[in-house]
């Protein structure tokens, strides 16, 4: 046998063999579509952070998530953008809210889509902040009542799991209690475990007007240098009730990904953020990335590290490139 014995590059010779020695593989039903809802008829605007995102009305909101059920991608993830704002973000947990409004009209439109709602405060405080605002820091217990009504109005809406953001030290728990004393029991809980107070979330901030008017959310979103932290707050937040778990954001912690899917016995989701979609959506812009190759090898990369699911606002488009190759 002549040197080399092993020769990998047999098997990388043709798209073919590549493909069917593939280790990991991206499929649209691996994506959570995020969409902005607004309230209104008609409505598509544009964000300018997010090129190619918009806030969409209910009823647009429909036509955009119908097509993108129609590429094969099963679930959604909903935030809300209040016309008006308060102290205690009080519009969340109205029956009338722009989330349980889009939820219900969702549900009736369109057969067999995972429909799921952010919960949290601050998309829709006047502060800015995750719960309550008090003497320069968010009050956790007081916080933790209110992010359970905004559950249960939205899980009344008809929403298949709610998700809480806020990184309060034990809303799983209450938000689990309070679904289940209002009888919706069925009600999944994805929750935000390993949340870091990360600089990729700028453009979600404009989209939805939620960045804080003063100071910053240190003192509750995770300190990015932490792993030990990351693995307890998971660990904390299943031994509260969540029936998932995610990592946010994806692209800078695919070792935090990696450590939790070692230990967690839940499905795994990570957030492909904001940030991380407007630096490739820039690079494409000015000529500088291949578009599709870089965004297909980031959501790879967050895939490979361990995520079963991934919320990426590339969902559509990378849901379309992966339907054309499997056609080739």
Not at 112 to 126: F, G, K, P, S
Not at 147 to 172: E, H, T
Not at 231 to 258: F, R
Request: net charge negative; glycine share 6%.
């Amino acid at each position: 046998m002549s040197f080399p014995f092993d020769r990998p590059r047999r098997l990388r010779r043709t798209p073919a063999l590549r493909k069917l020695v593939r280790e990991t593989k991206l499929h649209p039903s691996d994506f959570i579509l995020p969409c902005f809802v607004v309230s209104g008829k008609g409505k598509k605007e544009p964000i300018e952070t997010l090129p190619g995102c918009y806030r969409y009305s209910p009823d647009e909101l429909v036509k955009f998530v119908r097509e993108a059920r129609s590429l094969r991608i099963p679930g959604i993830i909903l935030f809300g953008i209040p016309d008006t704002k308060d102290a205690v973000g009080s519009s969340s947990w109205q029956s009338d809210s722009v989330v349980a409004v889009a939820a219900k009209e969702l549900k009736n439109s369109i057969d067999d889509i995972a429909v799921i709602a952010d919960v949290c405060l601050c998309e829709y405080t006047d502060h800015g902040h995750c719960g309550v605002y008090a003497d320069g820091d968010v009050d956790n217990d007081a916080t933790l009542e209110l992010l359970a009504k905004q559950a249960v109005s939205f899980a009344n809406a008809g929403v298949d799991v709610v998700a809480p953001s806020d990184m309060m030290d034990g809303r799983v728990e209450v938000i689990r209690d309070a679904l289940d004393d209002q009888g919706f029991d069925n009600t999944a809980i994805l929750a935000y475990s390993a949340k870091y107070c990360s600089a990729f979330y700028g453009p979600f901030r404009d989209a939805a007007d939620s960045a804080p008017k003063e100071g910053d959310r240190s003192t509750y979103q995770m300190d990015p240098p932490n792993v030990i932290e990351a693995l307890k707050e998971i660990q904390m937040d299943i031994d509260e009730g969540a029936d998932m778990v995610m990592v946010k954001p994806a692209l800078s912690y695919l070792d935090i990904i990696s450590e939790a899917k070692a230990i967690v016995d839940r499905p795994l989701f990570a957030y492909n953020v904001s940030g991380e979609y407007a630096m490739v959506k820039a690079s494409a812009q000015k000529g500088w990335a291949d578009e599709k190759r870089l965004t297909l090898e980031i959501l790879t990369s967050i895939k490979r590290a361990g995520a079963d699911a991934i919320l990426t606002y590339h969902a559509p488009s990378a849901a379309r490139w992966i339907i054309e190759d499997m056609t080739k």
